[in-house]
């Protein structure tokens, strides 16, 4: 199991929903229990994290608000954007969240530059920055040394819900996506260059890609429980 990866492409979803299967899994899963990323797009939302202020809402509009678990302000998900929820037994892998945030940073920070996009990391905001402005946003939470949520990275999408709210928390934070910096378009393109890195740095050397259906993952979770 230390080695093992399932990969699951959940197409375009509500968050709510995806939510609500992340906090199942975690649940359910035991010590036994493959580690899983779920990629997925999600209609337009915006999400406050655990520490959510309100006065970083600055006009919503029709757009919805969900208020998450996971840890940071608030963002936004859209469709053209890239989100990948890790599901790892951090335990197992002997890590702790700061490690994990560190390896998903890198991660991204190592795809952007496969397509000639130079990007960083900044000690004091979690995230990837290209020329100061964030192109990956990151939200994690930890149960039963487990962890779920994960990573937003902007591709091909409407970047103007972003100046709807203070990104992060941050006034006046600006956002970039991959199109802008003439890299690839197509989120699978992306995506497997991103589960090619997440395998290398954390060492998984067995990677299965499915696609399922949200109701299927929710019968498989009622079954493992």
């Given amino acids: 199991m230390q080695n ?3 990969v699951k492409h959940l197409g375009r979803q509500d968050y709510e929903p995806i939510w609500q299967a992340m906090h199942n899994f975690t649940d359910a899963r035991t010590d036994n229990t493959i580690d899983e990323v779920w990629i997925v797009e999600h209609n337009p939302v915006f999400t406050q994290g655990q520490a959510g202020k309100a006065e970083h809402l600055l006009d919503p509009g029709e757009i919805p608000i969900v208020k ?3 840890g940071g302000q608030v963002t936004y998900h859209g469709p053209g954007q890239l989100v990948a ?3 790892l037994n951090l335990r197992r892998k002997k890590m702790g969240v700061r490690d994990l945030v560190t390896h998903l940073e890198s991660l991204v920070i190592n795809t952007l ?3 000639g996009i130079e990007s960083a990391a900044k000690p004091d905001a979690p995230g ?3 020329y100061g402005k964030k192109i990956c946003s990151l939200g994690l939470r930890i149960r039963k040394g487990c962890s779920f949520h994960g990573l937003a990275l902007n591709v091909d999408m409407d970047l103007s819900p972003f100046t709807r709210i203070n990104p992060c928390g941050y006034q006046g934070l600006e956002m970039i996506q991959v199109s802008d910096l003439a890299g ?3 989120i699978e393109v ?3 260059k991103l589960v090619e890195e997440l ?3 954390l060492g998984y050397d067995q990677v299965e890609f499915q696609t399922q259906a949200l109701n299927e993952i929710n019968n498989n979770e009622k079954y493992e429980a």
């Fill in 4 to 6: 093992q990866l399932v």
């Fill in 68 to 70: 998450s678990d996971r």
């Fill in 85 to 87: 929820y890790f599901l």
């Fill in 113 to 115: 530059k496969s397509y």
């Fill in 128 to 130: 990837v920055y290209v």
């Fill in 184 to 186: 690839p378009i197509k």
């Fill in 190 to 192: 992306i995506e497997r």
């Fill in 199 to 201: 395998a290398t740095i």
